[in-house]
Each structure stands twice: as structure tokens, then as C-alpha cells.
């Protein structure tokens, strides 16, 4: 503590923990560390009103401990607003382990890992995320029953990035209904930024429906894939966010809607798998809107994933998931009429909506 800190709200400011800008009443967070694997992970439970706190467990290389609690708390927040506005019965949670997956993962560190999602009891339910697989979720498997996201020959849903796709695709094809009038995406032009394993579903499902589809990706050999798959167009342009296009759908990083793009985006719709589109989700939101841009909220219809590996909990009848996965059409149309209603943003109506459901819900589980 330096000698400059003086008053307590200076003080509030150095708090590691409750004090973090990212901290929104999280319920707990388990600091994991292993001497002998090497092991240093985060487990950010944020909420179990729903239900237990299932999310992913991100491997990624942190600049330093602050930006891996910092990444824990935003995105076990954000899966506690996705699994309530998709109206399943799960609360938030997501796990980081600091760490370069290519280079710095080793089986015997996933298991530990493992035992300590299993010491938690159920309460928080792992999956993969950036940086972790199938494999891994089966190596954890071994050692604990609260994992999602395991291999199809091990009993569990398999990769869940083709529903994810589906569900971008409901929820675009909702906007595109809110903004043009029709939710028929033929002849529109659409620009796929990112074309992994979401982007080329989705790309699949717009060139068959007739859009014309332009992509965008930092290795040249996925999107000329496309081009030879689908008959997708490289964009070529020198600005993306410029790009004369109808519709954005960011499928590879967060925040590329922020200060430096927000005033240059031509499109009327942006609908996109990546996590955390609004840089800050309290100025983006608004200017969005002002700029008359149709915002589907990216936790709403990216929800796919967590539909399917919610599955391997339920165990759904055949077609459950696909068919949970293609309501994120209505719910999307649902939050632009309620956002216009009540006078808000897009991202602003689908919180509150899930709020309110939490809320609800925590009234009925204390009348229990
Ligand atoms: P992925 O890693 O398979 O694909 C991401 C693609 O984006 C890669 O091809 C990568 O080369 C490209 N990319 C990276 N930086 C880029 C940049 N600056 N410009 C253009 N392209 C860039 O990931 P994915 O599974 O397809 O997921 C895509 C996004 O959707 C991620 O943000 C992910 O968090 C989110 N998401 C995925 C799922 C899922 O089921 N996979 C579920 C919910 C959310």
C-alpha cells in the first residue's frame, strides 16, 4: 500500500477483489493453484439462483493475474445472463487457467484442474472454452461428473459449434425481420468477420439461403476455404467496419464495436457469435441505437453451445437442443419489441428480462 492512499474510498479502490471494476456481487471465486502441475486457475461463480453455475474453462496466455480475474469476472457474469435469458435452469460460471495452451498444458495439469471443479460439489459445471477441447473435457471427466462439452463416444454432446452457428442464424434472420421487414436473408450482403468454427456453419446456412456473403479472417487459407466451399467473396476493402454491407456479424473477437468503429458502421444489423461485441455495453449500446443499427444481443443468440452441453445434464429427447436453439428467433424478436417499448437498448431489454427472471426465481426458491 503506497503512502499517497489516504481516504477510504481510495482505499475501495485498491480492494483485489470485491473492489474490481469487473465484480458484480459474484457468489465466489476459488483461487486453484498446484505447485507440482504448474497449475494457477480462476473459478468465478457469479450466480446459482437458475441453477448451478455452468461455463467454460478459458486457457489463455494473461499478461498478469489482474487480467485473468478481471476475465473471470466479466464472463461467468455474462453466463448467468445467457443461460437466464435463454430459460434454462443454470446460473453463471466460468473458470480461466493463466497459462499458453499451446505451450503450456499438460494433461496431468487439466486433471488437477479437474479435482478442483469436482471439490466445488456440482455448484459450478465446467465445459471448453478459447484454449481448451474435447479431449480435455473428457481427461477432466475422470476425475469429476461436473463436466460438460465431452466427446460423443464418451457419452457427452460433442462440439458445440454448429448449434452455436444455428442460433447466430435464428437470431439474425429475427433482426433482419425487425430492420428490413423480412426475415428472408436472400440477396442481402452480410460480412463474416472470423471464419472458425462458428463462422463457416454460419456461412453454410447464408450462401444456401441466397445471401451474399463476404468474409473476413487473419489467415488468408480460411477464408479462401470459403470462397471455395460456400462461394463466399474476400472482403477487400481497406476499412471493415466501413464495408457497404447490410449486415455485420462479428464471429471472432470481442469489443470490435467501440470508439473507434462504432461511427463507421454502415450495416443495419449486426448479429454475431463473439462474446462481449459491445466495448462498453453503457455507450455503445446507446449510440447504436441512436444511429438506428439493429443490435442482436450477442449472449442471446450465441446461446447455442450452452443449449447443447445443457443437454448432457437433461438428457433431452433427439432435437430438444436444435429446437430450444431455433427460439432464439422469438426471444430475439421479443427483446426488439420490448427494447422499443420501454425505451432501451437491445442488450439494456434482454438484461432486464433476465433480471427479472432471476428475481423471480429467487422468490420462489425462498417460498420453498
Ligand atoms: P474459432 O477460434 O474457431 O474461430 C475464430 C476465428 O476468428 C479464427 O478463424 C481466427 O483466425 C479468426 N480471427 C481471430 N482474430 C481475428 C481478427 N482480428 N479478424 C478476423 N478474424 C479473426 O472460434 P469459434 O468457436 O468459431 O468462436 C467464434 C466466436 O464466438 C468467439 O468469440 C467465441 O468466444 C464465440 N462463441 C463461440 C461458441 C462456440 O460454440 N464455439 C459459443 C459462444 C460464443
Known amino acids: 500500500m503506497t ?3 489516504t481516504t477510504p474510498a481510495e482505499l475501495k479502490k485498491m480492494d483485489p477483489v470485491f473492489g474490481q471494476l469487473s465484480f458484480d456481487n459474484h457468489e465466489q471465486i476459488v483461487f486453484c493453484n498446484d505447485k507440482d502441475t504448474g497449475l494457477k486457475a480462476i473459478i468465478g461463480i457469479h450466480n446459482t ?3 448451478p453455475a455452468l461455463g467454460g474453462t478459458r486457457m489463455w496466455n494473461y499478461t498478469n493475474e489482474w487480467e485473468a480475474l478481471n476475465d473471470v469476472l466479466r464472463l461467468s457474469r455474462g ?3 445467457k443461460s437466464a435469458i435463454t430459460g434454462l435452469n443454470l446460473g453463471g460460471g466460468k473458470a480461466v487457467i493463466i497459462g499458453d495452451a499451446k505451450t503450456d498444458k499438460t494433461p496431468e495439469m487439466i486433471t488437477r484442474f479437474g479435482q478442483f471443479v469436482n471439490s466445488l460439489s456440482g455448484k459450478y459445471i465446467t465445459a471448453e472454452d478459447v484454449g481448451t477441447t474435447t479431449e480435455d473435457m473428457d481427461r477432466i471427466h475422470e476425475v469429476t461428473k461436473f463436466v460438460t462439452g465431452i466427446s460423443i463416444e464418451k457419452g457427452g454432446s460433442g462440439n458445440p459449434s454448429p448449434v452455436t452457428a444455428y442460433g447466430v442464424y435464428m437470431g439474425m434472420k429475427a ?3 425487425y430492420q428490413f421487414g423480412s426475415d428472408s436473408l ?3 450482403k452480410v460480412l463474416v ?4 468454427h462458428v463462422g463457416e456453419t454460419l456461412i453454410s446456412h447464408l450462401t444456401k439461403e441466397g445471401a451474399i456473403v463476404f ?3 487473419i489467415h488468408q487459407d480460411k477464408m479462401e476455404n470459403m470462397v471455395a466451399k460456400y462461394g463466399a467473396q474476400i472482403f477487400t476493402g481497406a476499412d471493415l467496419y466501413a464495408a457497404d454491407v447490410d449486415i455485420y456479424s462479428p464471429c471472432a473477437l470481442g469489443a470490435t464495436i467501440n470508439d473507434d468503429t462504432i461511427y463507421k458502421i454502415k450495416a443495419k444489423v449486426i448479429a454475431g457469435a463473439a462474446n462481449n461485441q459491445l466495448a462498453v455495453e453503457a455507450v455503445h449500446g446507446p449510440i447504436l441505437r441512436e444511429r438506428g443499427i439493429a443490435y442482436a444481443p450477442d449472449f442471446l443468440i450465441n446461446a447455442g453451445g450452452i443449449i447443447n452441453v445443457y443437454g448432457e445434464l437433461v438428457k433431452y429427447a433427439e432435437g430438444e437442443a436444435m429446437r430450444k436453439t431455433e427460439n432464439i428467433y422469438n426471444t430475439t424478436l421479443e427483446i426488439f419489441s420490448f427494447a422499443d ?8 431489454a434482454a438484461m432486464q428480462i433476465a433480471e427479472n427472471r432471476i428475481a423471480q426465481r429467487k422468490k420462489e426458491n425462498a417460498a420453498k
Not at 468477420?193 to 472458425?196: C, E, F, H, S
Open 175 to 177: 433482426a433482419a425481420k
Open 49 to 51: 439462483v437458475m441453477g
Open 186 to 188: 436472400a440477396g442481402k
Open 3 to 5: 503512502s499517497e492512499i
Open 215 to 217: 468474409v473476413s479472417d
Open 193 to 196: 468477420q472470423g471464419n472458425g
Open 79 to 81: 453466463m448467468t445472463y
Open 341 to 348: 417499448k420501454n425505451n432501451l437498448t437491445t442488450q439494456q
